[in-house]
């Protein structure tokens, strides 16, 4: 198999752990709704924000009224703010991330971080240091789609300037893999044990750490 000349890379549970449910009470609580109530509305909006259709200020408004809440501009505006504070604080880079990007970079690998999010990440990648790191975002609120549609990818290659089979896509969660390889890329899954996420798919190549990736590389 020829050497890689990319790597498209997830974000969430593959670079970047998130501590979602706590994230979230703190904004139940600044809202005065029930936590399983508020994250439950929450979840509901995940595809419309992931792909822009709704912006933070919007899903808040949305959220706040199917949890019998008035959606105060006051109060939306200080649960936007409130949580581009949380989303940075409650997140936290893996070790190996850091390490991984600069030495794939250094053996001249193009880097694209490609992610279901919604228009929150793009300053919380800022803030960890990791846009300085990657040639490409390519993030699905921006791009109007989202993983696994094939063309995501696609876009990620195209920013790279190589073919999809001269990509690999790293991402925890196996339907995204298959959505990086019907677009006719490789893909490896990231399975890190520590964040309790998807076993491995037999379909893919799996690693526990990006550490273990780039002698897959060459």
């Known amino acids: 198999m020829p050497p890689r ?8 549970d593959t670079i970047l752990a998130s501590a979602f449910p706590q994230r979230q009470r703190e904004l139940a609580i600044l809202a005065g709704v029930d936590d399983d109530q508020w ?41 936007v703010a409130r949580d581009a504070e949380l989303i940075i604080s409650h997140t936290t880079v893996f070790t190996d991330t850091v390490p991984f990007l600069a030495k794939a970079r250094a053996a001249g690998l193009g880097i694209a971080l490609v992610s279901n999010c919604a228009e929150n990440t793009r300053a919380l990648l800022a803030a960890k240091g990791l846009l300085d790191l990657a040639d490409a975002a390519i ?22 300037g190589i073919s999809p089979a001269d990509a690999v896509m790293l991402d925890d969660q196996p339907r995204f893999c298959a959505g990086a390889t019907a677009a006719g890329l490789r893909a490896i899954q990231v399975a890190r044990p520590e964040v309790g996420g998807q076993p491995p798919d037999p ?10 990736v780039l002698p897959l590389l060459s």
Do not use: N
């Open 139 to 160: 993030l699905s609120c921006e791009a109007g789609l989202a993983k696994p549609d094939p063309e995501i990818y696609l876009l990620a290659v195209q920013a790279l």
């Open 5 to 12: 000349k990319a790597c498209l890379v997830d974000v969430y």
């Open 203 to 212: 379909r893919f190549t799996p690693v526990t750490t990006l550490h273990d």
């Open 39 to 79: 994250r439950t509305e929450w979840l509901r909006l995940s595809l419309d924000r992931d792909v822009g259709a709704l912006s933070m200020a919007a899903a808040f408004e949305r959220t706040l009224a199917a949890c019998g809440r008035d959606p105060d501009p006051a109060l939306v505006s200080r649960l």
